[in-house]
């Protein structure tokens, strides 16, 4: 029995080493209309490939098998198009993607004779649509006096989903602790809209100007602010003025620091900029056959 559960042990070590890793990797958010690829990583060490699938929601929607002609084989599933001149054993490529394209994607690999082992990596991908204009914010006065409240609202127009809305002041992120903010979020409609309330004290003025910057974001590729700025009144007459200064800004990457709340001014002003989605690896093994082979032994 003993020797037995060596044997196994040993084994399964040495399965494990002939079908080693597979990693699937996937857009976290691809804009809709557009192309992507997705990438499926294994080392098989050695033993020969027999088939990789794809599914999309369990469903297979491509196939790479070295040894069928052709090689290549997609399979109709929702409303995915895969551009089979650009796929292979290792990527897929959809074209014209859809928004009903969002969702979980695996591949599978099966390696062939002598450790028919399979394994299968999943992940997850989004499919947006993108605001057509950059947040607006509303409610600014051209001054304001120490005590007076401050009350802006920003939005951001449709998109799929709904943006994220952040508010910097002074180029420091707005926290609940400093400042009341709402953050409206119209499911329905995908708008978003968020108000920030706070009171002027004396040191909101850096070198007499208040900067209030709403910056609008969906996953990792998009990313648009808006500036506005007013000054410290000093005289004691209250009066109210339209909007003064505002500026775009927009970033050509995604701050580093976007959702930890630093500042990044390095922004270009009225450039029209989306970013590269960045990707997520999502790693995942299942050994089917191991479990078999193991078995065997034990009885
Ligand atoms: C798949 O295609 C890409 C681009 O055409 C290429 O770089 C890659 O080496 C191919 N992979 C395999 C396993 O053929
Ligand atoms: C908006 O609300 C819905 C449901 O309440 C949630 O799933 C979604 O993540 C929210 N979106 C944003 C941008 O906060
Ligand atoms: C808002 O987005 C959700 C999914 O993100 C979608 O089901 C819904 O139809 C959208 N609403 C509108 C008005 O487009
Ligand atoms: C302070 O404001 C003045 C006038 O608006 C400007 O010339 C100066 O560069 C500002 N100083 C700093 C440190 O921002
Ligand atoms: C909004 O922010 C939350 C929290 O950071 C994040 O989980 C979510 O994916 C974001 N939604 C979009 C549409 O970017």
């Not at 196994?8 to 691809?30: D, S, W």
């Not at 990792?220 to 007013?230: F, G, K, L, N, P």
């Not at 630093?262 to 050994?287: C, F, M, P, W, Y």
Request: proline share 4%; hydrophobic share 35%; glycine share 6%.
């Amino acid at each position: 029995m003993k020797v037995q559960v060596l044997m196994c042990t040993y084994l399964c070590f040495g399965f494990v080493l002939g079908l080693k890793e597979v990693r699937i990797q996937t857009p976290i958010a691809v804009k809709k209309g557009e192309s992507t690829k997705l990438y499926c990583w294994y080392d098989i060490e050695g033993d020969p490939l027999y088939i990789v699938k794809w599914y999309k929601s369990g469903h297979e929607f491509y196939r790479y098998a070295p040894q069928e002609k052709p090689a290549t084989k997609s399979f109709v599933v929702g409303n995915l198009h895969v551009k089979e001149s650009e796929s292979n054993a290792t990527q897929v490529t959809l074209i014209n993607v859809d928004v009903d394209a969002a969702g979980c994607f695996s591949c599978e690999v099966s390696a062939d004779a002598p450790s028919f082992q399979t394994a299968i990596a999943s992940g997850n991908m989004n499919v947006v649509e993108l605001p057509f204009q950059r947040p607006i914010i509303s409610g600014l006065r051209n001054k304001y006096r120490i005590n007076d409240v401050l009350k802006l609202s920003c939005s951001s127009s449709y998109s799929r989903p709904a943006a994220n809305l952040t508010w910097y002041i002074n180029n420091n992120q707005a926290t609940e602790s400093f400042a009341s903010i709402k953050y409206i979020n119209n499911t329905e409609q995908n708008i978003s809209m968020s108000t920030l309330q706070f009171q002027i004290k004396s040191d909101s003025f850096y070198n007499g100007t208040l900067k209030i910057r709403c910056s609008a974001s969906i996953y990792d590729i998009y990313w648009q602010s808006t500036e506005v700025s007013a000054e410290e009144d000093k005289l004691k007459i209250t009066y109210i003025e339209p909007i003064s200064n505002v500026i775009g800004i927009n970033y050509h990457q995604p701050p580093p620091n976007f959702q930890l709340g630093q500042t990044k001014l390095d922004g270009e002003i009225d450039i029209k900029v989306i970013g590269n989605s960045a990707v997520r690896i999502i790693s995942h093994i299942i050994t089917l056959k191991l479990i078999g082979v193991c078995r065997f032994f034990i009885l």
